[in-house]
């Protein structure tokens, strides 16, 4: 095979591969979890999938804050709505699930807020790390 | 459903360090030895920050 081909062909793979790469971190965040699953790391998937779960069931049950941008009034409740969104479809789960609205005039509301912030950046920490496994080259 | 601030810590410390482990080391025992050591350092922190802000409870 001439040097040119060989070349054209390891591009094309790498292109293969990156797209694949973004199509799993697009994947992680939508569904905590399933970034690593596809990847058949199951451990990592279950732990992710748990792990960012019981954090948002545990802010709707503490009624914690879940950021809207139509609600957001300055830069934090801003920056608020992105890391909540960071939790993907459980994001949508939180708000349909949260029926009584928040309430953070109590400090256990108030750490709801928190543990659904956590949870969205956990999961997008999840989900950029399953991009760099698919990235990674195969042994 | 209300927490108690140590409650609160305690969950948050635990969910964390779980994920945390799980995400950062591939090997069992190396998960298990990052989960506790990050969970103590979480709990340590947490406490001591709490202690920190003691005298401006009041």
Known sequence: MPDEEIIAAAGSTQWRNEV??????????????????????WGRAIACFLSVG????????????????????????????????????FYALARWLEVHGADVSKASGDYGTRFLATAGVLNLLAALHAYETARRPKS | ????????LLLFAL?????????????ALDRL????????????AGIAIGWAMYPFSK
């Open chain 1, 54 to 89: 019981l954090l948002v069931a545990i802010s709707v049950g503490l009624r914690g804050n879940v950021f809207t941008p139509a609600a957001a009034n300055d830069a934090f409740d801003m920056l608020g709505y992105v890391a909540d969104l960071g939790t993907g479809s």
């Open chain 2, 1 to 8: 459903m209300t927490l108690t601030h140590i409650q609160g």
């Open chain 2, 15 to 27: 969910i964390v360090s779980f994920a945390l482990g799980f995400l950062s080391r591939r090997r």
């Open chain 1, 20 to 41: 694949n790469a973004i199509g799993i971190t697009l994947a992680g965040w939508l569904v905590p979890g399933l970034g690593h699953a596809l990847q058949r790391m």
């Open chain 2, 33 to 44: 030895k990052y989960i506790l050591l990050s969970l103590a350092l979480f709990l340590l």
